[in-house]
């Protein structure tokens, strides 16, 4: 499918998405999907959530925007939920992921300014995805998302995810920041080694060096923790957040604590971000995600649907190499099946799923999904396991 008036930069599925409730999506022609893509780990209240939809109702009659050159109780309460209940710090917000991680970057170089004019190298990790904007796209080290864009910023330089020798042959004084995914998504959902970030915050103490937690995926309740790193018991100087943030509605927030926060006024800013009908969303989706005992639901369906895929595994050695994650964002990486043309068959069998890498497909339900629909979405992904099956038998015979 192609449009006349859109620019040709998705590869999408081929249907029509018209409304959603819960954990579920319906197309132009009325068909039925479960949705384990959650808008790629946004929608996680689901979809039409009532609390959020009369949150956002409330706000928009009251007031949509005001920029920045004002105060609002929308952000300064949002700022408050996430601080208290992260590192303690001070928020930025900003609308995206990529904005979330601009703004730590030009955080972590005036922070390196502050002790030398040569402290600007930013380190960050193989196979990393921080965004597409230049120094988040800078700082992501993937050919295929940086060889056609270059040259790209200067100071930035890259070490192996999950190797303390090759992180070590990288840092120096020069380094100002070291910026990671605790669990890497998009690349295919690959969780930081607990020995490796221990002894990263070691290094970047000992180096006068900021530790930024790229947790735009893996944070707001994904892995059954509020931010992914309280799994780990280290601790970054900055975490950026976005995605899952608004349920929905455009928002990134940075948080920084007290040795990371060097901003003065003008040195960065934005005319959306903050504003208070996306901070009302925030205020919602935070409100939900710390009600008691639902992050521990979130651990147990995660555990559920982990058990669920370990088996499938065991059923399908051909076709299933691993799984992997933590919590509900889980990697099924698929041995010799290209991870799109499975992803297809899930969607023809009413079911989305999202891709990671070449060879990975993605869980990333809303974090209400009940155990009955992740009963079903094994069904389905059995079924179109069966049939990968049966076509190798095909093409063998
Ligand atoms: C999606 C993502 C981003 C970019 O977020 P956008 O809102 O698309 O700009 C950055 N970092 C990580 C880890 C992500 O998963």
Not at 238 to 261: C, D, M, S, Y
């Amino acid at each position: 499918m192609q449009n006349t008036f859109l620019m040709n930069t998705y590869n999408r599925f081929s249907i029509v998405l018209d409304r959603g409730k819960g954990a579920l999506v319906w197309d132009r022609e009325g068909k039925v999907y479960l949705d384990f893509a959650a808008g790629i780990a946004v929608n996680i209240l689901g979809h039409s959530h009532p609390k959020l939809v009369s949150s956002l109702r409330k706000q928009a009659s009251r007031l949509i925007h005001c920029s920045n050159l004002y105060w609002t109780e929308p952000q300064m309460e949002l700022a408050k939920i996430l601080s208290e209940s992260s590192i303690g710090g001070k928020v930025f917000f900003a609308n995206s992921g990529t904005e979330a991680n601009e703004t730590a970057i030009k955080l972590a170089r005036k922070y390196g300014k502050t002790m030398s004019c040569e402290k600007y190298v930013i380190l960050s990790a193989n196979n990393s995805f921080h965004g597409r904007t230049y120094g988040s796209l800078s700082a992501t080290v993937q050919p295929k998302y940086q060889e056609k864009f270059t040259p790209l910023v200067d100071g930035f330089d890259y070490f192996k995810f999950n190797n303390i020798d090759s992180l070590k042959s990288k840092i120096s004084e020069k380094v100002c920041a070291v910026i990671v995914e605790p669990i890497q998504g998009e690349s295919g959902v690959v969780p930081a080694k607990n020995e490796f970030l221990k002894e990263l915050r070691k290094i970047c103490d000992e180096y006068n060096v900021l530790l930024i937690f790229d947790e735009v995926q893996c944070g707001m309740g994904r892995t059954g923790k509020l931010f992914a790193y309280q799994h780990y018991g280290v601790e970054p100087d900055v975490l950026t957040v976005a995605k899952g943030l608004g349920g929905g509605v455009p928002i990134g927030a940075v948080i920084a604590n007290e040795r990371a926060n060097v901003f003065e006024p003008s040195d960065h800013g934005s005319t959306f971000g903050g504003n208070p009908l996306a901070c009302s969303a925030g205020i919602t989706v935070m409100k939900e995600l710390l009600k008691e005992g639902f992050l521990e639901n979130v651990n147990k369906l995660g555990f559920l649907l982990k058990k669920e895929l370990d088996k499938l595994r065991k059923d399908y050695p051909q076709e299933i190499s691993d799984v992997r994650g933590i919590g509900l964002m889980i990697g099924i990486e698929l041995y010799k099946i290209p991870a799109k043309d499975f992803a297809n068959k899930c969607v023809e069998n009413g079911l989305l799923v999202a891709v990671a890498g070449n060879n990975t497909i993605r869980l990333l339900p809303p974090l209400i999904i009940t155990r009955k629909q992740i009963g079903q979405a094994i069904q389905i992904i059995k079924k179109v396991l069966e049939e990968f099956r049966n076509e190798k038998g095909i093409a063998r015979s």
